[in-house]
């Protein structure tokens, strides 16, 4: 085998392979969507920047399904792709068409057209079961279409999302033990109330025992 069939082979097994090759990047990668700060722009140079945005519940109960849109808006136009990441790992993120699951991320399946200079990527997450403060990581790439890295720009969003009370432990704010005295006190009362109420019986019970 001569070098240029070598290659020739190894294109072959790769489109083989299909969209896990870093060479087929066309039909979805992950890793790229900012949440660890790499996004498609590592590759794509030379067009203009979209706008890119995540629509969708700020806030979601626990366990509960929200449904997110996230918008490419400008640049070429003409194609784009998407890949979107959470940062919890109790959420899991659902496709929506022109989407795919690649590990715990969605990206694109294949790149899709605009509408218009808009394109949208419907999917949805559902919540962990436990109340946290999560976050949603996208990147969308707005691409020429000529099957080429170059002539695309990508642009990347983030949208926090508050689970149930959005905190693991509810904490107490510094400053609330002085004022905790004076609750203390209060209810106390009540307390003492309670407790006198019950001494007679006590009495009682220990004079029978
Ligand atoms: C490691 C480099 C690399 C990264 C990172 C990368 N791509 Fe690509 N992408 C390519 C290459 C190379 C092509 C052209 C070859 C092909 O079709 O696979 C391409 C093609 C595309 C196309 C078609 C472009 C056109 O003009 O026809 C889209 C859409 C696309 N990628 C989306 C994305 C998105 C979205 C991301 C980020 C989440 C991304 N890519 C990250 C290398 C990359």
Redo the contacts with the bound molecule.
């Keep these: 085998m001569n070098s240029n069939s070598m290659r020739h082979a190894g294109v072959f097994v790769i489109a083989l392979l299909g969209a896990t090759s870093?060479?087929?990047?066309?039909?979805?990668?992950?890793?790229?969507?900012g949440k660890d700060t790499?996004?498609?722009?590592?590759?794509?140079k030379g067009g203009e920047a979209p706008t890119v945005e995540f629509e969708g519940p700020s806030t979601l109960e626990k366990g509960a399904t929200g449904q997110y849109t996230l918008i490419i808006r400008g640049g070429?136009a003409?194609?784009?792709?998407?890949?979107i990441a959470v940062d919890d790992a109790g959420a899991s993120l659902v496709a929506g068409t022109g989407l795919k699951k690649l590990g715990t991320e969605l990206?694109?399946s294949a790149?899709?057209a605009f509408t218009g200079t808009e394109l949208r990527f419907n999917f949805s997450l559902v919540a962990p079961a436990t109340d946290v403060t999560l976050n949603l990581f996208g990147?969308?790439?707005s691409?020429?279409?000529?099957?080429?890295?170059?002539?695309?720009r990508?642009a990347s969003t983030k949208l926090s999302i508050k689970v149930g009370t959005g905190s693991p432990v509810a904490e107490q704010p510094g400053g609330d033990e002085d004022e905790g005295g004076g609750c203390a006190a209060a209810s106390s009362a009540p307390f003492w109330a309670l407790a006198l109420a019950g001494l007679p019986l006590a009495v009682i019970r220990r004079r029978r025992s």
């Design positions: 870093a060479f087929a990047t066309s039909t979805g990668i992950s890793g790229n969507s790499a996004t498609c722009n590592t590759c794509h070429a003409k194609t784009g792709g998407a890949g990206s694109h790149p899709q990147a969308g790439n691409a020429n279409a000529d099957q080429k890295s170059d002539g695309d990508a």
